[in-house]
């Protein structure tokens, strides 16, 4: 196996995996901002959805650092580059999978999670900015898809820039001074 399929193959299913992690926060937060305030109250959902951010935000940070040592520790003479390399294409594999399911999530489960947002806001804009909002109100779930994409792989590539620095670890005295 070349080593550029190698890379795709172990990212493809770290992007599972870390897609997975965010589209799981996703949902559930989005059904504990819809059910949550019934049963607790919103103070106590905001909390909630605080801590849950933040264990996802820890969780794909150190899921992502497992799976690029994990990816240089099974690897012939791996670099720092191509760990980098694999982080990046992880960073695109699971910003697609989180992408698709918040399209699909907003376009079949919860088709009004826009509509409710704007009745929400609607008091705190004015007229021409409420009609403006609502012209683009039909392509939002495309504009968020692209934005999640965009967003999801440029965090994830400063991430895997950041980690790939000591991924391997190089040690400067083990090699040979000849």
């Known amino acids: 196996m070349s080593n550029n399929q190698r890379t795709w193959d172990a990212a493809a299913r770290a992007g599972l ?6 589209a799981a926060y996703f949902a559930l937060n989005s059904l504990l901002s819809t059910y949550g305030a019934s049963f607790a ?20 940070i150190a899921l992502l650092k497992r799976f690029m040592q994990t990816f240089a520790a099974d690897g012939e003479n791996v670099t ?15 910003s697609l999978v989180y992408s698709a ?8 489960i919860q088709p009004d999670i826009f509509v409710d947002a704007l009745q ?10 409420l009609s403006q909002v609502q012209e683009i109100l039909p392509k939002l779930p495309q504009l968020t898809f692209w934005t999640n994409l965009v967003y999801c792989f440029l965090f994830g590539t400063v991430l895997s820039l950041i980690l790939s620095r000591n991924i391997p670890s ?4 083990d090699e040979d001074l000849q």
Do not use: H, Y
């Open 17 to 22: 995996v870390l897609g997975g992690v965010s």
């Open 101 to 108: 399911f918040f399209l699909a999530w907003v376009s079949f």
């Open 41 to 60: 109250g919103g103070t106590v959902t905001a909390l909630l959805n605080l801590v849950l951010w933040g264990v996802k935000f820890w969780l794909c």
């Open 120 to 129: 929400n806001a609607a008091a705190a804009l004015p007229a021409d900015a």
């Open 170 to 173: 190089q040690n400067p005295f």
């Open 80 to 94: 720092n580059g191509g760990t980098l390399r694999f982080g990046i294409c992880t960073a695109l594999l699971s």
